[in-house]
């Protein structure tokens, strides 16, 4: 699908949303908020234009990765309600096997899948609207198909499944209608073989990308597998798949975020504005720890009452109940590593966190949680407790520190050749 728009950073340098390719950099061009300051703004201005900036991006793809979300989110709080075991099958198969291969497909955004290639193609020309827009849409059909195969067709878990395979559908059609039917009259004009053009460049950074979120995104679910293992596992799997949920639901937010830093980073550095990538990761990271935090005191405060939307079982609900502490840190912390993440794609690092996700998450975090969860018999709050503090913390801080250590001048300049090698190509 090609573009005939000029972009501020090479395709193959973007990502997460190929990256939006945005011309959204104060080197380049004055922004439409700049216009009225001739001289340089102070730091309480460069923060508002920065933000504005910034939530221009984050905002519409926060709501439509809450609205897709939410799906799952229904979907599991119909089949909590018809039963225990109900809510642990159907927690598995969207958790676990629709989850592995999620983390790929999101990386590479490439052909495996519809959706992705879809939204990435509409959000590099700052059609983020018309997504929110489709995801809404969707989500209201999702709840209404929901009730009518759980409480009238009395489908039980198949209807689950159905009505979240039937809203995934709606959400790539909607889009595809969009893009083809108008939405985009001065990029798409049919199918062609240029798209194929530069494909070898892309499958080597989108490879790497979608095993940086793949390794992260899997790590979840070993999660549950291991959770599956232990005594009483019904009961287990249910508590941790809806604190996984409630945690999934939330962390839409600081993805949203992973989005919108990773857009404003290479188009800063594209520009050659190294100062202006940096100033975007510190006013991200700060905007989302803010929102984590807000989070942090909502579990800790509502903790008796978070799993009532999944289940009315007293058992499953004193389980999630001893969770919450765990869940309230790990809702923090994620406020802060997929920003970092964010920077990380941006910057054109994916092969290095790569890495460093591997090591962390499977050299320290799964190990950790298996001592803790058997060998000092701790359960699965012993399983989580070890494969959060031992790697995302971990990964957190490495990734803090290379951010911190990062020479950001010198990363501008890289970025600078690699924009005027492509702009030479085309």
């Not at 039963?83 to 495996?112: H, K, P, Q, T, Y």
């Not at 990380?344 to 050299?363: D, E, H, M, R």
Request: overall charge neutral; aromatic content about 12%; some cysteine.
């Amino acid at each position: 699908m090609p573009s005939n728009g000029k972009a501020a950073v090479p395709e193959e340098e973007a990502e997460e949303a190929k990256l939006p390719l945005l011309d959204y950099s104060s080197a380049t061009v004055r922004s439409k908020y700049e216009e009225e300051d001739d001289e340089d703004p102070g730091l309480t201005r460069r923060v508002w234009i920065e933000s504005k900036k910034l939530w221009h991006i984050v905002g519409p793809s926060m709501f439509s990765r809450l609205a897709t979300y939410s799906m799952f989110l229904i979907t599991q709080a119909f089949a909590g309600h018809l039963g225990d075991r109900e809510l642990a099958a159907v927690s598995i198969a969207s958790n676990v096997v629709i989850g592995f291969n999620f983390g790929l497909l999101l990386g590479m955004a490439s052909a495996f899948a519809f959706q992705f290639p879809l939204q990435r193609f509409l959000q590099s020309q700052q059609k983020m609207a018309a997504i929110a827009w489709v995801a809404l849409a969707a989500l209201v059909m999702h709840v209404a198909v929901s009730w009518l195969f759980m409480y009238r067709l009395k489908l039980d878990v198949v209807g689950v499944a159905l009505t979240l395979n039937f809203s995934w559908w709606v959400l790539v059609v909607g889009l595809f209608g969009y893009t083809v039917c108008g939405g985009c009259p001065l990029t798409w004009t049919g199918f062609s073989t240029e798209a194929f053009s530069g494909l070898w460049e892309f499958v080597k950074l989108s490879a790497a990308s979608g095993v940086m979120l793949c390794v992260e995104n899997w790590y979840y679910r070993v999660l549950i597998l291991m959770t599956g293992n232990l005594k009483n596992a019904e009961v287990a799997v249910d508590a941790l798949s809806i604190c996984m949920n409630i945690n999934g639901w939330e962390m839409m937010i600081p993805l949203a975020f992973f989005a919108g830093t990773g857009v404003r980073v290479a188009n800063e550095l594209g520009a050659g504005n190294g100062k202006g990538a940096k100033f975007a990761t510190t006013v991200s990271v700060m905007t989302s720890v803010v929102i984590g935090v807000f989070f942090w005191f909502l579990v800790m405060i509502f903790h008796n009452e978070i799993a009532l939307i999944f289940s009315s079982s007293k058992t499953v609900l004193e389980a999630v109940n001893k969770l919450s502490v765990l869940l309230a840190f790990t809702v923090l912390l994620n406020s802060v590593q997929p920003v970092l993440s964010g920077v990380a794609i941006g910057s054109g690092w994916q092969t290095y966190v790569a890495y460093i996700n591997l090591g962390c998450y499977y050299l320290i975090g799964v190990p950790l949680g298996f001592v803790m969860g058997w060998v000092f018999n701790q359960g699965v709050m012993g399983i989580w407790a070890g494969m959060i503090f031992g790697g995302t913390a971990v990964q957190t801080l490495i990734l803090a520190i290379i951010v911190i250590r990062c020479d950001w001048e010198k990363e501008a300049e890289k970025a600078t050749v690699h924009v005027n090698k492509w702009s030479n190509r085309l």
